[in-house]
């Protein structure tokens, strides 16, 4: 990692060393993993998963996925063991321990705007394109030339936009895709649920690659830490950046030593003022 960017993140981790109780939220495309033209093949960058599930088992890390994908997708291309808890399309659903999902109800308009685009996508004979989820269609043009993408991103937008508006939806583009989804389906919202969900003082960062997760770092402004994972860096409110994986990889190691720390203190039965000693 840069070492300037190590000292500057060495504030919040000593936080997370000592603190009883931390937070890690995390988006899972183009984060923990990288991009594939096939979804389904979307598995995490090398030692991701090991260091998350470290994390994991040491049990003072509450680790939440919110990806957009449903959220019974995300697992078996994380594999970690134990499971982290997943939030599925973009906080909107949440994955039980038991796998069954939880959701909200949605509106009518909400649904019949959905319909509505679906039966759009089937008039243009695009139903291939598209992902189905519960809140939420995308429309996915990962792979495709340049020019095709083009195309099938106007052809979209024009064909989705109406509905949106009548239909008080979002309408939101991706990496590789653009998304129309419930109002309710935003990371924003999700980072805003968690947070009445977890105590005041406890460290959280958020870590996201897409505008998608934009939201969600401008949710935890003041709050919680929040990186941008990306090869290149592009605008953002995200307060840091990331370049996966080997930064990535240094993140998570130092989280779980930020972790370790506060273990091994606590059995030397050594107080948190002495800890900041320690750390220096
Ligand atoms: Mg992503």
Same mark, same amino acid.
């Given at each position: ?5 190590? /000292? ?87 994955? +039980? ?35 189905? +989820? ?97 090869? +290149? ?19 998570? /190691?130092?989280?779980? +030593? /930020? ?22």
């Amino acid at each position: 990692m840069r070492s300037g960017l190590q /000292s500057q993140l060495e504030p919040f981790l000593r936080k997370v060393a000592k603190a009883p109780e931390s937070a890690l939220l995390l988006d899972y495309d183009g984060t923990l993993a990288p991009f594939q033209s096939q979804r389904d093949q979307a598995y995490p960058y090398p030692g991701v998963a090991l260091l998350l599930q470290e994390i994991v088992r040491d049990r003072r890390t509450r680790v939440v996925v919110i990806s957009g994908r449903d959220a019974t997708e995300v697992l078996p291309l994380l594999n970690v063991h134990p499971s982290p808890e997943v939030w599925g399309v973009h906080g909107l659903q949440r994955l +039980k321990p038991d796998g069954s999902t939880e959701m909200p109800q949605l509106d009518e308009r909400t649904l019949e705007g959905l319909s509505d685009a679906e039966r759009w996508l089937g008039y243009q004979e695009l139903l291939h394109t598209a992902e189905f +989820k519960a809140g939420s269609i995308a429309v996915h043009w990962r792979g495709l030339s340049d020019n095709d993408t083009e195309a099938l991103r106007a052809r979209v937008r024009l064909g989705w936009r109406p509905i949106a508006k009548q239909r008080h939806l979002d309408l939101l583009e991706f990496d590789g895709g653009l998304e129309i989804r419930a109002r309710a389906a935003d990371k924003g919202e999700a980072v805003r649920a968690f947070l009445e969900e977890i105590g005041a003082d406890a460290p959280i960062a958020y870590l996201g690659d897409d505008t998608t997760d934009e939201s969600a770092f401008k949710a935890l402004q003041g709050r919680g830490l929040t990186i941008l994972v990306r090869p +290149k860096w592009r605008t953002t409110s995200a307060q840091f950046w990331l370049k996966p994986p080997e930064e990535l990889l240094d993140f998570l /190691s130092l989280w779980l +030593k /930020s972790c370790a720390q506060r273990d091994a203190l606590n059995n030397r039965g050594i107080d948190d003022r002495e800890i900041k000693v320690v750390n220096q």
